[in-house]
Structures are given as C-alpha cells and as structure tokens.
T-cell receptor
C-alpha cells in the first residue's frame, strides 16, 4: 500500500527556535498534502492544505507566518514552525492525496515538544 | 459544509461482546465517509471507507459500517470485541473524491475501552 513518511518522528527544541517537519509520499505522487495538528486526547485539526507549486491554503485561525508550508515537489511537503513556543507543542500529522486515485494516506506523525 | 458528530466520546465493552461506535454526518454533497483508528502513539490507520458503492462496507479486523442516508448515519460495528481493539476511533467525511484539494473533516473521536 501507499506509504507516507514523516521526519523527524520526535523533536524537542528550545523556545524561540524553528523546527522543520518533512512529509514524503514514498511510492506515489501527491499534488495535494494536508497538515493536521492533534492535541492530547483530541481530534485532528486541519491546519492547511498544501498544493504542489503554489501557496498553501490555511484554515481560519492558523498563522501562516508562524507555520510555513512548502510543497516544492510531488513527493515532499515541509512544515516549519517558526519561533516555536511551548504552546506549539503538539502532534503534527500530514496526509498526502494520491494524484491518480485521490485517496489520502497519513503519515505516522511528529511529536513536537518546545521547552 | 461537511461535518461529523461522533455521539459517544467513550465506549466501554467487554471482550467478546459487540461494538457499536456511532457517527452522524452532515454534507451538502454525496459524501465519502471513513473510519480511522489510532492506537496510542501510533499513526492513523484506515479501517474502511464508503464512496457511494455498497451501503454496507466491510473493513479490516472484522469491522463494518452501514451508510444510511435517511438517518445521515455511518455507525461502526464489530460482532466481537478483542483486547487489541482498544484505541481511538475517528469518523471522517470528505467531499467526493474527484474534487481536488478537499481535506478530510474529522469527528472528535471515540475512545474504545475493552475489558477482559
């Protein structure tokens, strides 16, 4: 089946630093990728939709200057959390939409802890 | 706009008894509906999906769900619970698959506990 990877799986950083999370579709092309955030014992909240070669579309309430998204190729999207603060600590999950089947596949998630 | 409501935040069953996780949806279109499972500290796994074919959908690990348009429901069931079924379950709605750029909308989740 289709595989989506995320790197890193866990990251701990100091407040004020930036962290980049990668989302890769390993065996299919994804024109669209999605970034979600999941708080403990809560549902997934869609942050933004990332389309290859164009600007991401952010959901209401998500700061685009804080959560920078780049989708430079059909297999890679990155989320950069800039000037991270403890309240940014969360589980970030990406999904990739297969360009041919339109099915979505989820990555395993990245646990971000900001000290 | 699409939305899903998972009617129970927590369901507890005994091993070997049936499981019922309830989900109601709202959609302006003919929806695609999914159930995902998330085990602790693990990624999301697709259990099953409905995309306007058969209304009774069979998934992995013995789970199935029935799409009932008249009731706008897509409840998840399993005849006999196993200890390994304990996890978080999400009901998810999407617009039809041919509309590019559409994200999945997640319900709030139902925690399933299974006791021996």
């Amino acid at each position: 089946g289709a595989v989506v990877s995320q790197h890193p799986s866990r990251v701990i950083c100091k407040s004020g630093t930036s962290v980049k999370i990668e989302c890769r579709s390993l065996d299919f092309q994804a024109t669209t990728m999605f970034w979600y955030r999941q708080f403990p014992k809560k549902s997934l909240m869609l942050m933004a939709t990332s389309n290859e070669g164009s600007k991401a579309t952010y959901e209401q309430g998500v700061e685009k200057d804080k959560f920078l998204i780049n989708h430079a190729s059909l297999t890679l999207s990155t989320l950069t959390v800039t000037s991270a603060h403890p309240e940014d600590s969360s589980f970030y999950i990406c999904s990739a939409r297969d360009a041919s089947s339109f099915e979505q596949f989820f990555g395993p998630g990245t646990r971000l802890t900001v000290l | 706009a699409q939305s899903v409501t998972q009617l129970d935040s927590h369901v507890s069953v005994s091993e070997g008894t049936p499981v019922l996780l309830r989900c109601n949806y709202s959609s302006s279109y003919s929806p695609s509906l999914f159930w995902y499972v998330q085990h602790p500290n693990k990624g999301l796994q697709l259990l099953l999906k409905y995309t306007s074919a058969a209304t009774l959908v069979k998934g992995i690990n013995g789970f199935e769900a029935e799409f009932k348009k008249s009731e706008t429901s897509f409840h998840l069931t399993k005849p006999s619970a196993h200890m390994s079924d304990a996890a978080e379950y999400f009901c998810v709605v999407s617009e039809p698959a041919n509309q590019a750029g559409t994200a999945l909308i997640f319900g709030k989740g139902t925690t399933l506990s299974v006791s021996s």
